[in-house]
């Protein structure tokens, strides 16, 4: 186990700050965190070959096939650095769980944590109403909460903000609703097999603390990230 990487898992619902707060978790320390959606989506932005077998799907707003998402995430892997894996919003159902733990045997990952943020679905339908997503470098806004300097225009890039035609109210209260049948059974899975290994967060704290109460617990659970304490500060 020692020569192995830890890998950890973030799960949450729609809008509860998945992405926002594994991204700040690797701004803190030496972690690599893989966005599923994003890194599937940036094929099909790219055009490649990969990205014109995904577009289909998600096109027709389709789950996209296990073999291409184990494609993609082994591609990524194979390139992550850093003293631990993230991997944000995966698995996110139970047909998922296989390729999981086959993509941290053939990579040689272990297991050391599992996050869950918990949001209720009224409180996620407000966040993701204001959500704005820059469609060149990805970066995440909020119109309420965490504008950009500029109006529609990404701060680190210049590219234009969009929002996701899935973050309008409707859309939010169905995908939540996927979310309680996909993904629950997911999080109850690793509650039971790996209890020790998983706890909760509250996704309403402000997330700068949500942000400190996680790197601490993930700083007791791999030893290895405390030498990136100090950074932190």
Same mark, same amino acid.
């Given at each position: 186990? !020692?020569?192995?990487?830890? %890998? %950890?898992?973030?799960?949450?619902p729609?809008? !509860?700050g998945k992405t926002?707060?594994?991204r700040? +978790?690797?701004?803190?320390?030496?972690? *690599?965190?893989l966005?599923?959606g994003?890194?599937?989506?940036k094929?099909?932005?790219?055009?490649?070959?990969?990205?014109?077998? $995904?577009?289909?799907?998600?096109?027709?707003?389709?789950?996209? /096939? +296990?073999?291409?998402?184990?494609?993609?995430?082994?591609?990524e892997?194979?390139? %992550?650095?850093?003293?631990l894996?993230l991997?944000d919003?995966? /698995?996110?159902?139970?047909?998922?769980?296989?390729l999981?733990?086959? #993509?941290?045997?053939?990579?040689?990952? %272990?297991?050391?944590?599992?996050? $869950?943020?918990?949001?209720? /679905?009224?409180?996620? $339908?407000?966040? #993701? !109403?204001?959500?704005?997503?820059c *469609?060149?470098?990805?970066?995440?806004?909020?119109?309420?909460?965490?504008?950009?300097?500029?109006? &529609?225009?990404c701060?680190?890039?210049?590219?234009k903000?969009?929002?996701? /035609?899935?973050?309008?109210?409707?859309v939010?209260?169905?995908?939540?609703?996927?979310?309680?049948?996909?993904?629950?059974?997911?999080? &109850?899975?690793?509650?039971?097999?790996?209890?020790?290994?998983?706890? &909760?967060?509250?996704?309403? *704290?402000?997330?700068?603390?949500? #942000?400190?109460?996680?790197?601490?617990?993930?700083v007791?659970?791999i030893?290895?990230?405390?030498?990136?304490?100090e950074?932190?500060?």
């Amino acid at each position: 186990m !020692s020569d192995k990487k830890c %890998a %950890a898992v973030l799960l949450g619902p729609p809008g !509860s700050g998945k992405t926002t707060l594994a991204r700040a +978790l690797a701004a803190r320390g030496r972690i *690599s965190v893989l966005e599923t959606g994003n890194l599937l989506g940036k094929e099909v932005r790219l055009d490649t070959q990969m990205g014109r077998q $995904i577009k289909p799907y998600t096109v027709a707003g389709e789950l996209v /096939p +296990l073999e291409l998402v184990k494609q993609v995430l082994s591609s990524e892997l194979e390139n %992550a650095q850093g003293n631990l894996i993230l991997f944000d919003g995966f /698995p996110r159902s139970v047909e998922q769980l296989e390729l999981f733990f086959q #993509l941290l045997k053939n990579h040689n990952l %272990a297991l050391c944590a599992v996050i $869950i943020l918990k949001l209720d /679905p009224q409180s996620a $339908i407000n966040r #993701l !109403s204001g959500r704005r997503i820059c *469609s060149q470098c990805g970066a995440v806004y909020n119109v309420y909460t965490d504008p950009s300097k500029q109006p &529609e225009l990404c701060d680190r890039c210049a590219g234009k903000l969009t929002q996701r /035609p899935d973050d309008r109210a409707d859309v939010v209260t169905e995908r939540f609703k996927i979310y309680e049948r996909d993904t629950l059974p997911v999080i &109850e899975f690793f509650k039971k097999e790996f209890g020790r290994l998983t706890w &909760e967060e509250s996704a309403n *704290s402000l997330p700068d603390q949500i #942000l400190d109460r996680v790197w601490r617990r993930l700083v007791d659970a791999i030893p290895r990230l405390a030498s990136n304490r100090e950074q932190a500060r």
